[in-house]
């Protein structure tokens, strides 16, 4: 009977949803999982069977699936109000959220403009930059930088500004052009360099395309720290410091996307705060609301906001969307904060993050692996595995059979787990990472 369900679901599925990010035609071989429930680090599917979310069910879930306290505060707001407009109305949840969230930047970023999705965040920020530049008189800035290897979603405007080919090259008209520049990946110092020698290269880069074009230049945007989409890309914190004073001395701003990287993912709540700098723009979304629901923002400066400040309606940041500043999502995003206090996340996740890393020595040590890295609660490897074809696909399987859930990016595997595993938990994720590599390498 349970089988016969869970079959019932797959099949319907593929007939009549079209997933994301898939080749659907992929899933004639490849195992679609109906789930049935989540709990805790666990999801659990139709057969009894049970997957550690080893990736936080793409970076989002922080505090595991069905967390008692941000239901119990959902639970809450769905009585009292769950969603109204935020144009000409305010409601509890939207502006404690953006209190809380402008005081983790000592004030710095005092103004929240909310979304539903990371991209659209993305897309405010780029907005906002050049009509802040309209609006201080220097409309001729106008374009943007991004990074090798850079991801900041996949909607027109996104897409402009994002370096990943496969999403990209189907839509190559339709993009705004934008100027790319070299990533500080610190796999790539050469021999007697370090990783901040790599950085300071890639940010004299970008001092050659500003030197050249800064007067039409609007902002540079940026994935700090960690480069995730490409495949967990790492770099040395100086890189943000030197991104800050080039913005600085160029009169161009500093867009953060720490869509990914925020939320305590690095080791701190920002990852900016590791290279003591603040963007213009911060934008937010993934963790923020503990994994539960669609919510971004864009947070940025007081400089920002004035130039929009204005009796003249044109002046303004006219955005929106539908779901702008949901206060069923707050809610959740002020359970998630609330947890990061009660607990002293960050804290305890330097313990767990130290515990899995020495539990991953065999799979660093492991023949076929290479460059095994950590920033926070992001681990990734590189595989050169002596089937090249198919090794992503071949190790989420495995993985599978190891009741992980762990989806490579090319052949990179990168573990991200929430931040409430037990010990069991940990050494299980461990063990099956490394039996998992060992049956598709
Ligand atoms: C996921 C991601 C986005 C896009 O967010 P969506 O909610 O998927 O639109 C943008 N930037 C980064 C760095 C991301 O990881």
């Known amino acids: 009977m349970e089988a016969l369900v869970k079959t019932d679901w797959v099949a319907r599925s593929l007939a009549s949803v079209w997933h994301p990010c898939t080749q659907m035609q992929h899933h004639e071989n490849l195992p679609m999982v109906a789930l049935s ?5 666990w999801l659990m599917d139709y057969d009894g069977n049970r997957y550690i979310d080893a990736i936080s069910s793409w970076w989002v879930n922080l505090f595991g699936h069905a967390n008692p306290r941000i239901n119990a505060a959902l639970k809450a707001q769905l009585d009292q109000l769950p969603h109204a407009m935020l144009a000409g109305f305010t409601h509890e949840p939207v502006v404690s959220l953006s209190e809380k969230l402008s005081a983790l930047t000592g004030g710095e970023l005092g103004h929240c403009f909310y979304a539903s999705d990371g991209a659209s965040a993305v897309e405010i920020a780029l907005k906002m930059s050049f009509h802040a530049w309209r609006n201080h008189d220097q409309p001729e800035k106008q374009e943007f ?45 050469l021999k007697d360099e370090s990783a901040s020698d790599v950085a300071r290269r890639a940010a004299a880069d970008v001092r050659r395309v500003l030197q050249r074009r800064s007067g039409h230049i609007a902002a540079i945007i940026v994935e700090p720290l960690v480069q995730c989409a490409a495949g967990m890309v ?3 914190p100086v890189y943000l410091q030197l991104l800050r004073q080039l913005c600085d001395e160029f009169n161009v701003h500093l867009i953060a996307d720490e869509i990914a990287v925020g939320c305590g993912r690095t080791g701190t709540f920002f990852a900016c705060e590791q290279s003591g700098i603040w963007p213009d723009f911060l934008c937010l979304s993934k963790g923020i609301s503990g994994g539960y629901l669609p919510l971004s923002l864009v947070m940025t400066r007081e400089k920002i906001y004035q130039a929009f400040y204005h009796d003249d309606l044109a002046r303004a940041f006219l955005h929106s969307h539908s779901y702008t500043g949901n206060p069923l999502a707050c809610r959740a995003a002020l359970a998630t904060l609330a947890i990061f206090e009660e607990d002293d996340v960050l804290a305890k996740n330097r313990v767990l993050g130290d515990k899995l ?9 492991h023949a076929q692996v290479k460059n095994f890295r950590r920033r926070g609660m992001i681990f990734a490897f590189d595989v050169e595995p002596k089937i090249k074809e198919g090794f992503a696909r071949r190790f989420f399987t495995e993985a599978l059979a190891q009741k992980l859930l762990l989806r490579p990016i090319g052949n990179t595997v990168y573990l991200m787990p929430p931040y409430i595993l037990k010990n069991d938990e940990v050494a299980l994720l461990a063990s099956g990472t490394l039996a998992a590599l060992e049956q598709s390498c």
Do not use: C, N
Not at 357 to 365: G, M, Q
């Open 234 to 236: 790492m770099h040395d």
């Open 145 to 189: 930088i991004y990074l090798h290897g850079s991801y900041h979603g996949e909607t027109i405007g996104a897409l402009a500004v994002t370096d990943v080919p496969l999403f990209r090259q189907a839509y190559g008209s339709m993009l705004q052009h934008a100027h790319l520049v070299a990533t500080p990946d610190a796999r790539m110092a």
């Open 357 to 365: 890393e020495a539990l991953l020595k065999p799979v660093a040590e």
């Open 37 to 41: 429930h989540g709990h805790g680090a």
